[in-house]
């Protein structure tokens, strides 16, 4: 029945010879695409739930939202060929602005999470240089430790009670304007950020909102990707929140303040690459990577501490065996960036914190031309390009398929001898932004997988350093 009806609206969508039709359909609520889980949570789990069992067999399923072909990939062997094997035949937005990142391309404009190609491939380095390896974290280590043992003296201080994901916020909002400006205390100078990033969120993963939108556009006499007036007012509130920022701090952001490349923080050396002056730091890149941080940059670090904190209190022989390491360590007597790489409990923690509690919880890309593939059974398939790929990253790191019967336990015991590098690899676990998908194939290849070692910092460690004096 499912079937006849996938074919009817394939027929009426124009999708006509349907490639996918010897993979398994499922019928899903038409979601609008791959929104946030948050605001939308019933529909959405039930349709990705869906998904996922329709694809216990061969790996893969499938559905229509809104026209679009949606491929759902359950299995990591899959997950493999498609995000691995393929990375150059997908891309993170594609050349559509219709699908689930054109609100929020209409909002915050050029920054990494709406670009594609070069420009994508080209700033996705410049963040993983910014915040994803040894120097960048060894060069704010010390006021990284600072920001850490202030936020949980307040946290003491305080109490937690409901303040507390406010808390977690600002200590988040602290660390990442850190590594991106040298900034210590950005929470204090963000405050009225918070209406401007809600309503942000809000429209960005609101099922609704695009129906607002199209007809907004169409009294108007717009076409459908052209911002409305809503877009453009949040665009500019936004703006400003950004450019305030940067302009308060134009001594840090001033790329001629100091000499070598290494002293420069993340957009000082952007400001610096990009032609950015004394006179005149914020370029249109550095622009670009502020709004980047405002949008991305501190929702995932909060969500995680704030997961931390419920399972040490939840798993307090944890919580025990984590202070014994570090008691056992030399933290004390030296706080150093390379001992955090060897406290293997710690490590365990967070990844198992990471595995369970994945605060970027889905992924999707576009494919930019035909992609063939495998399914378990070993039958052929070709994914065209008007369908979308999607992966519940929390689906994957719970399938006890993957992970075992006990795979929805917290439990860091179980990375006893794991190497999460290979994992990933593997693609039974996906934690960070190595999933690139903006067509760069030196980010997830099997060259780059092997070319990952100790020295490659990842989320996991920077985790580890934010939080590390709340376990003292
Ligand atoms: C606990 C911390 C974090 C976790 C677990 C996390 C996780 C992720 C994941 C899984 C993705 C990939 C999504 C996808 O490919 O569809 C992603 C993308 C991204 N994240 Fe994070 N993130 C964290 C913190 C941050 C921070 C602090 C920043 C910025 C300052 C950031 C900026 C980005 C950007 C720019 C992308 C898009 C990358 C691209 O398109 O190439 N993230 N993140």
Redesign the pocket.
Known sequence: MLQIISAALCTFFGFRNNPLADIPYASCFPTLGLLSEKWSHDFYSTSMRALFNAAAEEGISWTLIGGVPLVYLRHPALIRQVFVKNAESIS?CGTQTRGPFGTGKRIIRS???T?DGDV?RH??AD?TRG?HNRPAMERFHWKLISIATNHVQKLRDIGMGDNLQSLLQDY?MD??WC??LGLENASQCTREWQEPFAQYVQMAASMSYPLHHTMMNLMCGRDFEEPDYYENDLHERIENCVLQLLEANSDLLNPEAVETLEQMNFLQRISHETGGSAAQPITPDVLAHAR??FS???P??T??LLWALRELTLYPEVKQKLRTELQESDWHHRQELQLLSKLPYLNAVVNEL?RLH???P????AIDRPLNMQTQSGASLVIPVQARVAVS?AMLHQDPYVWGEDASQFRPERWDGLLPNTIEGECNY?????????K?SN?LTDESIQNMDDGMFS?RD??VMDKQTSWN
């Not at 889905?362 to 890309?365: F, G, K, P, S």
């Not at 996906?430 to 903006?438: D, I």
């Open positions: 993170r920054a990494l999470i670009a994508a700033w996705h963040m915040f988040a660390a990442v590594l991106g980047q941080i991305h940059g501190f995932a670090p969500l995680l990471l994945p605060p970027i889905t992924t999707a890309r990253l996906v934690h960070v932004a190595r999933l690139s998908g903006t760069c980010i989320a920077e985790l």
